[in-house]
């Protein structure tokens, strides 16, 4: 009996070599097994091991958010140099001494007031997103409390043309849903003129006082605009019911008879509209195969828009008239924020890439460049020695184009 027991011991031991030899030919590994080739670590050459710091690159300072007086001189803007946002002021030229305005509770947003008598900001308790509003003089001398924090949400949208009055939407009456205040300066009072529901923000005053552009957002990048006509309280939706399209950038004609919109309503990309409020109807101006992100209004009924191309912020001058643009190459190179005064006589840029932290450069019409405006701390990084990424696309199996 042993000796068939050990015949039968020798041919399992047989087999379950020739089973592991099998599983290592055929790319699969089993305990105790020599590691393949490729799983062997390899040393690397030290310059690849001498990685930089994270830590300097996290102390890296930015201005942002400019907002320009009405006569171009002047532009406001934040940084968090002293720990936390704060508004600063210095002149467009890259000359001036540039003055801290705001200190104390982070400011989470600004804008000057159309008459240039002082600077509209918000800031918020710790980051609670529940803002104030106050005033403050260009100089900083002078400042005063308009609303004052409290447990709703707050959301400014912009000044009437007289710059008595701002227009906003809160949560006050419910803790949810958004209803339109207007707080008139001169009186010191707030005013609730529709109520609203959950996403409705207001964007933009009409010229005449007439008008209210509300958005309603919808999904995760799409909205519905409406027309609040004061005179009635009466909201009507201007862009298709079911449309999941963006529209923003809404900058008004002088007349109030109609006014331009980026959207990308009925197509791809984003491109410039007109929306005129008798017809209520809108029509394509600018559509190209990239999209037109950012809008302004320039002298001599052109039209300032900023276009992704390759990733990159291209400045272009629309000429309606003739159908074309020329591009602006004073800018350096990168992904920009363009603002201007309501003159469109003066532009200021905030301007981004991996060679620049971010910062602000002033340009005028006719100005071969830009001028920069300021220079933050790169916490001792040498940012020329960052590489700029390049665009690249293919086409994938269903015919469309892969970006990245």
Known sequence: MKT????LAL???????SSSDSQHNSGESSVGADPFAQDIPQPISPEMEAGAEIAPFLKVQSASSPSLSPDGKWVAYRTRKTGVFQVWVTSVDGTGEHVQLTDGNSVTSHRWLPDGSGILYATDKEGNEKNGYYIISPDGSEEKELLAPSDAFRFFGDFNQAGTQFVYSTTERNGVDFDIHVYDMPSQTDTKIYEGKLGYYPVSFSPDGAYIVISESVG???NHLFLLRLADATL??????DDM????NIRWLPDSKSFYVVTNWDREYTGVARYEVEANRFEY???????????????NNTLHAVANQAGYSVHQVWNLGLGRALAVNAWPQGTMSLTSNPAGTQFVAYVNSPKISGDLWAWSPGDAEAVRITESDNAGIDLSTMVLPEAHQFEARDGLTIHG
């Open 236 to 241: 009507t939706q201007i862009s298709p019911a």
């Open 285 to 299: 101006l600018i559509s190209e195969e990239y999209d037109l992100e950012q809008l302004r209004l320039g002298e």
């Open 11 to 17: 041919g399992v031991f047989a087999f379950g070599c």
């Open 4 to 7: 068939p027991l050990l015949i």
């Open 220 to 222: 995760e990048d799409a």
């Open 245 to 248: 399209s963006e529209y923003n």
